[in-house]
């Protein structure tokens, strides 16, 4: 009698995780929300950083959002955007710079947490040291990159 006991209290307990489970990890409806799983993320691949837009189009009028992942040991050269462009640094050190001459010894770190702007046709550079660097960007499209040249 307490085997049976066991296993109907066993059973109810599966059963109530199953609908607790069933509830928790019911799909939004996408008419209310859309959504993208980290491993369907669309990364674009490269020698210094990784970039993914996680939308819009920063070729395109509107606001657009990329992740960006800077690889250990890379950076920018110095240059500017025609538009403001707003930083949240997720993971990682972010180094940045004001100067218009390349010298990673005039980078200033900006760790995960930080919040940065990139004022629109003022000269940065910017990278990664030692650890990889994580940030998400926004800013409004169409956005222009202009390399200075010294």
């Known amino acids: 009698m307490r085997l049976f006991a066991f296993a109907a209290a066993a059973l109810a307990v599966c059963a109530a ?11 939004p409806d996408p008419s209310h929300i859309i959504f993208t799983p980290p491993k369907d993320v669309k990364w674009k691949m490269g020698k210094a950083s990784d970039q993914a837009v996680i939308f819009g189009d920063p070729d395109k009028p509107g606001i657009y959002g990329i992740l960006i992942r800077w690889h250990p040991g890379n950076f920018s050269r110095p240059h500017f955007h025609n538009t403001d462009r707003y930083a949240y640094v997720l993971s990682g050190t972010w180094w940045v710079s004001s100067s218009d001459t390349f ?3 005039k980078t200033y ?3 995960a ?3 940065v702007t990139d ?3 003022t000269v940065h550079f910017d990278g990664a ?4 660097a994580l940030l998400e960007l926004v800013g409004m499209g169409p956005v222009t990159t202009t390399q ?3």
């Open 17 to 27: 995780s199953q609908s607790l489970a069933d509830d928790t990890y019911s799909v």
């Open 103 to 105: 010298d990673i010894s």
């Open 109 to 111: 770190p900006m760790p």
């Open 113 to 115: 947490g930080s919040v």
């Open 119 to 121: 004022l629109a046709n």
């Open 129 to 132: 040291k030692d650890g990889e």
């Open 148 to 150: 200075v040249k010294k």
